[in-house]
C-alpha cells in the first residue's frame, strides 16, 4: 500500500470567526508587498480592516488586499500595536509613541519632545490612557513605567526603576 498523496503546502492569509465559521482564504502570501519572513503579526480593526505587521505597518480593507503602508520602517525589536475602540493605533517606533488615526490616515508623534526610549503600549479599557515601559539602553533595562494620558496630552511616569 502506498502513501497517500498530501497536496501541496500554500500560504495564505486566512481570517475566521472566533465561533469557527466563516472561514476563508484572504491573500496568497506570494501577492504581498513585502517579504513574509518579515510578517509577524496580524491585526483587525473595529471597522474590519487589516494591519499586517511586517518590515512597517500596512492596511487594507478585506475585500480587496491591497496593503499600503501607514508607517516607516519600524524597529524589528518593538514590535507591539495597540487598538483603541475609537478607530486609532498606538505603537513606539525608534524610542517615540505614536498615534495613527484610521479616520484620517494620518499618523502624530505624541512623545516627539520625551527624553527616552519607549517600548511595549498598552491601551486602557477607557481609551484614556496607554502605559509604555522607558528603556535605558540596548540591552532594553527597564528604567521607568508610564502612562501618556490622550485627555491631557502628558506623560506620567509613575514607577522610576532606578530610584
Not at 31 to 45: A, G, K, N, R
Not at 104 to 118: D, P, R
Not at 140 to 147: C, P, Q, S
Request: a negative charge; charged letters at 20%.
Amino acid at each position: 500500500m502506498s502513501e497517500p498523496n498530501e497536496p501541496d503546502f500554500q500560504d495564505f492569509v486566512c481570517v475566521i470567526n472566533t465561533d469557527g465559521t466563516g472561514f476563508h482564504k484572504l491573500v496568497n502570501v506570494t501577492q504581498l508587498p513585502f517579504e513574509i519572513s518579515t510578517l509577524w503579526d496580524l491585526y483587525v480593526t473595529q471597522d474590519g480592516k487589516l494591519i499586517f505587521a511586517a518590515d512597517r505597518y500596512y492596511i487594507t480593507e478585506p475585500d480587496t488586499i491591497n496593503p499600503a503602508p501607514f508607517t516607516d520602517n519600524i524597529n524589528v525589536d518593538l514590535r507591539k500595536l495597540t487598538l483603541s475602540n475609537n478607530n486609532k493605533a498606538y505603537y513606539c517606533n525608534n524610542g517615540d509613541l505614536f498615534q495613527y488615526d484610521f479616520q484620517t490616515n494620518s499618523q502624530t508623534n505624541l512623545t516627539s519632545n520625551f527624553e527616552g526610549h519607549l517600548v511595549n503600549p498598552n491601551i486602557s479599557p477607557d481609551n484614556s490612557r496607554i502605559s509604555f515601559i522607558q528603556v535605558n539602553n540596548a540591552k532594553y533595562d527597564i528604567a521607568k513605567l508610564g502612562y501618556y494620558s490622550l485627555d491631557g496630552d502628558s506623560v506620567h511616569i509613575i514607577v522610576n526603576a532606578g530610584n
